[in-house]
């Protein structure tokens, strides 16, 4: 039997735990996580729009707003934005507030599909 090994989440392997990335968005199975080492924070997709062109997103900012990257401080510094990449990229929202976060990706990412 081989042995069990730790699977560590994209966003807890390329940014830390010090990222903090709340159990509503870990736990939510609709979210995926496609945080990648690239990138300036931890990300999530609504499964089943993974890869897809217009590439709408939550990220998640380090929970200590010192520590989060310049671009953030142009907006306050809120720890969480929805963005695209449809015609340019673009910020829908930036919010400290999780579920308003959560809410607006999975309605976002359903009407920019149509």
């Keep these: 039997m ?6 560590r989440p994209p966003w807890l392997e390329e940014f830390g ?3 903090c ?15 990648w080492h690239g ?5 999530f997709q609504l499964a089943g729009f993974v890869n897809d062109e217009r590439d709408v997103r939550l990220w998640v ?5 010192q520590l989060r990257d310049e671009e953030w401080a142009g907006y306050g510094l809120k720890r969480f934005h929805i963005s695209t990449a449809r015609d340019g990229f673009r910020y829908w ?6 579920f308003e976060a ?8 359903r009407e920019v599909r149509s």
């Design 102 to 109: 959560i809410a607006l990706l999975k309605s976002r990412a």
């Design 39 to 43: 990138d300036l924070a931890p990300s």
């Design 21 to 35: 990335v709340p159990y509503e968005i870990t736990s939510d199975p609709q979210l995926v996580d496609v945080s």
């Design 17 to 19: 735990p010090e990222y």
């Design 2 to 7: 081989l042995p069990m090994h730790d699977v």
């Design 61 to 65: 900012g380090h929970p200590d707003p």
């Design 93 to 98: 929202l930036w919010t400290d507030d999780v």
